[in-house]
């Protein structure tokens, strides 16, 4: 016979599941079952398979309750590109350090030398960013 407590002790287990694996989804089902826990505790004659059903229809309402509010709430940023610095540089324009051969070549970027990726130029030649692959600049000539 499953009793109230055995619900709160299984939402104090996923508890500390969520601490050791953070990802907010133990969170939600150790609610979950706390919930259930105290609807146990409410009307203690609740049935096995009612308890089962009421745990997996509040787990489910929570984590998509959960993830709506946080897609509605998700907000946009006027620096989109903060922690990818290569795609900051897309639009700007500098001069080749070294030439493009083979389609690779050097040019100062801001505060440091780039790897560029393109057709083939001359050293001190004017290109223009046009795309970022990884830590190399896609450029085309001015």
Same mark, same amino acid.
């Given at each position: +016979? $499953? !009793? &109230? /407590? =055995? /619900? ?12 050791? %694996? *953070? #990802?907010?989804? &133990?969170? /939600? ?11 146990? &505790?409410?009307? *203690? #004659?609740?049935?096995? !398979?009612?308890?089962?059903?009421? &745990? %997996?229809?509040? %787990? ?7 993830? +709506? ?5 998700? =907000? ?10 290569? !795609?900051?540089? $897309?639009?700007? +324009?500098?001069?080749?350090?070294? *030439? ?13 030398? /780039?790897?560029?990726?393109? *057709? ?21 000539? $001015?």
């Amino acid at each position: +016979m $499953i !009793e &109230f /407590w =055995h /619900w709160w002790v299984l939402a104090a287990l996923l508890g500390a599941v969520e601490i050791l %694996a *953070p #990802g907010a989804a &133990f969170l /939600w089902l150790g609610g979950a079952a706390g919930l259930v826990g105290l609807a146990l &505790f409410v009307w *203690p #004659g609740m049935s096995w !398979e009612l308890q089962g059903l009421l &745990f %997996a229809l509040l %787990a489910i309402a929570a984590v998509v309750g959960v993830r +709506m509010l946080a897609a509605r709430s998700a =907000h946009t940023t006027s620096t989109p590109n903060l922690n990818r610095r290569a !795609e900051q540089y $897309i639009g700007t +324009m500098h001069t080749l350090d070294s *030439p493009i051969v083979n389609g690779l070549g050097r040019a100062q970027v801001g505060d440091g030398l /780039w790897t560029v990726v393109g *057709p083939d130029l001359p050293a001190g030649t004017r290109v223009r960013v046009v795309g970022a692959d990884g830590t190399r600049l896609k450029v085309e000539k $001015i």
